[in-house]
């Protein structure tokens, strides 16, 4: 079992940027490909970025590709998520989700875990 808690989500100005983390405890966090995805208001949630179990993988949605970058840091469980140049198109709940093994996903339905969600909220 795994249990993820996102952060660093809040308000912020269209063109600013926010850093969101996900922290991981239970099972060995090394070993797990990560991934955020985001839902806003009426919308269906959607891939956002995801990460390989080493970090030599990533992958992005073209609407975010340029200006998210995700990354993560093994020895303390967390994978980011830096969002800059913030639009308000990027308004919406931030969840991140992690599914055991080395293959980079980025459909949402392969995923086993799945955080609480953090709101993010651009103003223009």
């Known amino acids: 079992q795994v249990q993820l808690v996102e952060s660093g989500g809040g308000l912020v100005q269209a063109g600013g940027s926010l850093r969101l983390s996900c922290a991981a405890s239970?099972?060995?966090?090394?070993?797990?490909?990560m991934g955020w995805f985001r839902q806003a208001p009426g919308k269906a949630r959607e891939f956002v970025a995801a990460?390989?179990?080493?970090?030599?993988?990533?992958h992005y949605a073209d609407s975010v590709k340029g200006r998210f970058t995700i990354s993560r840091d093994n020895a303390k469980n967390t994978v980011y998520l830096q969002m800059n140049s913030l639009k308000p198109e990027d308004t919406a709940v931030y969840y991140c989700?992690?599914?055991?093994?080395?293959?980079?996903?980025?459909?949402?339905?392969?995923?086993?875990?799945w955080g609480q969600g953090t709101q993010v909220t651009v103003s223009s």
């Open positions: 989700a992690c599914r055991f093994g080395m293959v980079l996903i980025i459909t949402e339905k392969e995923y086993n875990y």
């Open positions: 239970g099972r060995t966090f090394s070993f797990y490909t």
């Open positions: 990460i390989t179990w080493s970090g030599g993988s990533t």
